[in-house]
């Protein structure tokens, strides 16, 4: 009994192929053919299938593909199984490994490196910190609190950092486009490749926000550890900046507001895309509520907007699109009748975000002030909270 093929002359074998795809008994198979192997092993002895329309990039040698089991092959056979029998090349496998892709990919992550690198080293002017504005103080202060390396020139990036910037895309975005446009931050040559898109014609030129490495451009003294405590523990507020910081407290206090909304949505099921009404009606709020007082009020409406898609009286896009509408009507009442609302606490599944606690506790001085406080310009004025610098 023979325990492999080279007995079998070549139209021998090919006979033997065709008959047992065909479906004959295996076992009569390996009795006619004189072979010692088990019976649903003896695929495996046939020679490989010569594919002549594919042709490997670097051998420049037909490529094949193993034999399948019956019933494999009724449904398996697919271009994946090709491969190179010279160097195992599997142009269609999703990412093949023989030795002259994986060269192939080293060197083409050693061109983006050098590429990313060539863009990135390009000199830029170095900007003077007491020159920027004060909100870019207060962005730049909250990405080298919350991401700053260790050599306190490189900020991470934000993916996957863990870190809460902001409590709204918008204002997450409006940090790093603020700094980067005016070159505050710029990308570090030290990013990753996966932080580029690398299927592009504008490569290294597009990339992903969040997931590149940055560099601060600032001027940096000879002891930049002095200028580090500034950005880091600043004293550089005043009332000069009152009006400023008056619009990024209200900047940061709408963003809580719609965070929670989108929060308690979340909740109960709702869907809802806040547009410019929902934005408007939490400025006006904000006039005479806190954010502590409007998570009340929030709370309040979702839960009456809930109960009542529940009980059948509306739809569930009815009921999320009712809610902005309540919160101001219900606003309007409790000033007219000076109720006192209820302040809320910020829940432990929706932590403060790193520009807030930075604005409020380092920047302002007032902590939780900004948050239990309507963020009034008059506040802002006369409060004792708000000292002279």
């Known amino acids: 009994m023979f325990k492999n093929l080279n007995h079998l002359s070549e139209v021998e074998i090919e006979t033997l192929m065709q008959r047992y795809y065909e479906g004959e008994n295996v076992i009569n198979l390996l009795k006619e053919y004189n072979l010692s192997v088990h019976a649903n092993e003896l695929y495996k002895l046939f020679p490989p299938e010569v594919c002549k329309e594919e042709i490997c990039e670097y051998c420049k040698e037909y490529l094949i593909r193993d034999c399948l089991s019956k019933t494999a092959r009724a ?63 207060v962005f730049l202060g909250t990405l080298c609190r919350a991401l700053c390396e260790e050599n306190l020139f490189e900020i991470k990036p934000y993916i996957e950092s863990g870190e809460k910037l902001a409590p709204t895309d918008e204002l997450l975005s409006q940090i790093y486009k603020s700094l980067a446009c005016n070159e505050i931050i710029a990308v570090s040559p030290t990013s990753s490749t996966e932080a580029f898109i690398i299927d ?58 719609l965070e929670y909304l989108d929060y308690q949505f979340q909740k109960v099921g709702f869907d809802f895309t806040p547009g410019d009404k929902t934005y408007k009606t939490f400025d006006i709020l904000l006039n005479d509520f806190s954010v502590s007082q409007i998570y009340g009020i929030i709370w309040k409406m979702v839960a009456n907007a809930s ?83």
Not at 87 to 103: A, F, G, I, L
Not at 216 to 245: C, G, M, Q, R, W
Not at 307 to 316: F, M, N
Request: glycine content about 4%; hydrophobic content about 30%; overall charge positive.
């Open 200 to 257: 592009d014609d504008d490569f290294p030129n597009r990339y992903y926000v969040y997931k590149v490495t940055y560099y601060i451009n600032l001027v940096f003294p000879l002891d930049k550890k002095n200028l580090f405590d500034e950005i880091l523990n600043p004293s550089y507020y005043s009332t000069e900046h009152e009006k400023e910081a008056f619009g990024l407290w209200r900047k940061i206090a709408i963003g809580e507001c």
């Open 307 to 389: 109960k009542r898609y529940l009980e059948g009286g509306i739809s569930k896009k009815h009921a999320a699109n009712s809610v902005i509408s309540a919160c101001e009507r219900f606003a309007v009442q409790a000033k007219i009748n000076n109720w006192s609302l209820k302040g809320y606490n910020r829940p432990k599944d929706l932590p403060q975000s790193s520009l807030s606690s930075f604005f409020f506790n380092r920047v302002l001085g007032i902590g939780d002030m900004g948050f239990k406080l309507p963020p009034t310009m008059m506040r802002l004025k006369n409060e004792t909270f708000c000292f002279e610098k």
């Open 75 to 137: 449904w398996r056979h697919n271009e994946s199984d090709m491969y190179c029998p010279v160097c195992n090349h599997r142009p269609y496998s999703h990412k093949c490994m023989c030795n002259n892709c994986v060269e192939k990919e080293r060197l083409l992550a050693e061109y983006q490196r050098e590429q990313i690198k060539k863009l990135c080293s390009q000199k830029r002017t170095p900007v003077d910190f007491s020159r920027i504005s004060f909100e870019q103080k």
